[in-house]
């Protein structure tokens, strides 16, 4: 899924589209997200950037997408909180308008293989 993104993204027509607008990637600080915050930067996106928690990797996202001459924002917001959920675009838009809104935030247990089972 993510090669089929990346492909999409560069894109001429994908770049014209996203060149000097604003996308909010939730969950950008890891795994997914992160990636899609890089290849819309890479198209010319200019990225918020949503954390949870995850501070220093989202600062080290922003920093990435700040060298690839996009503008990068950090936002924090507790999806588990729905106040703080249902503020979070209303609080973005005030200060950026958004183009798009890619969410990628996840809520889950890590589990170790060991740990795992074929059982429901």
């Given at each position: 899924?993510?090669?089929s993104f990346s492909r999409v993204i560069k894109s001429r027509w994908m770049s014209e589209?996203?060149?000097?607008?604003?996308?909010?990637?939730?969950?950008?600080?890891?795994?997914?997200?992160?990636?899609?915050?890089?290849?819309?930067?890479?198209?010319?996106?200019?990225?918020?950037?949503?954390?949870?928690?995850?501070?220093?990797?989202?600062?080290?996202?922003?920093?990435?997408?700040?060298?690839?001459?996009?503008?990068?924002?950090?936002?924090?917001?507790?999806?588990?909180?729905?106040?703080?959920?249902?503020?979070?675009?209303?609080?973005?838009?005030?200060?950026?308008?958004?183009?798009?809104?890619?969410?990628?935030?996840?809520?889950?247990?890590?589990?170790?293989?060991?740990a795992a089972s074929l059982q429901a």
């Open positions: 899924m993510l090669q589209v996203l060149l000097g607008k604003t996308v909010l990637i939730t969950g950008a600080a890891r795994r997914l997200g992160r990636s899609f915050a890089l290849a819309c930067a890479r198209a010319g996106a200019d990225i918020v950037t949503h954390l949870s928690n995850s501070t220093e990797e989202a600062e080290a996202v922003r920093q990435e997408i700040t060298r690839l001459v996009s503008k990068a924002w950090i936002f924090q917001a507790d999806f588990t909180d729905p106040v703080q959920a249902a503020s979070l675009i209303p609080s973005i838009n005030k200060s950026i308008p958004l183009f798009a809104l890619i969410n990628s935030a996840a809520i889950f247990d890590s589990l170790s293989l060991q």
